[in-house]
């Protein structure tokens, strides 16, 4: 990530200490589970926020439900015990990379859980910011399937107490299948999540102003959920 969209992120977003959230972006970490895995007793658990940046998603255009949803997503992770994990990505259209953001943090120390969830909120409220300003593009396509599919090799779902998280309107739009059109399903998955504890999508339907539309997404998650392994979902259109 660029120097120039870390000082934007900084500057777009009312964060209490600022070395912090800098060092924080410095540069892309990867997190060593093996070790993380080695110390004491207690829960250990991964948070993984993805934030979908297709077009169809609100959440892009519209600040107030971007600060809605960044101030849902705060409180799961600032209870989190020492040696979790919080792993955040963007995603949208297959293959993509350019511009996304990408961070990992293990909580310790000094990356306390009620800091890295202070930067996380302000990121995720900070996304139409970034998005008007041209340095995070928004995207054609929204490929979910293929985001968690990468997450499910990044989760140890034995070691850790996983929960994904993802700021997305639940609507696929990829090879995949197209899930807007009427009687659409999505393909039923691995158990790629076997033994992981949560998913949640928070914004499901949003936009496209049909309640039938919105229930049919959470139905087809759901049952994507439990047949790919997960032991809870939530699927929030509005709270």
Known sequence: MGRALVLLIFGAIAVGGGWFFLQSFSGETRVDLAAVQGGGAGTLTHVVVGIDLSQSNVLVEDAAFARKVADRI??????????????????????????????????????????????????????????????????????????????????????????????TDGVEDSEYVRLQNSGATLPEPERMFRGCDELHMFGIGQGLGSPTTTRRLQAEWDAWADTAGFQRFVGLNDW
Do not use: K
């Open 74 to 167: 705060r409180p799961m992770l600032e209870g989190l015990g020492p040696r979790s994990i919080v792993t955040l990505r963007t995603f949208g259209s297959y293959g993509n990379t350019a511009d996304q953001l990408r961070r990992d943090w293990t909580i310790s120390a000094r990356n306390r859980p009620e800091d890295v969830a202070t930067v996380v909120h302000g990121i995720i409220a900070g996304v139409p910011t970034l998005v008007d300003r041209g340095q995070v593009r928004s995207q054609s396509h929204t490929n979910i399937l293929a985001f968690l599919e990468n997450t499910s090799q990044l989760v140890d779902c034995r070691g850790f107490e996983v929960i994904v998280v993802l700021a």
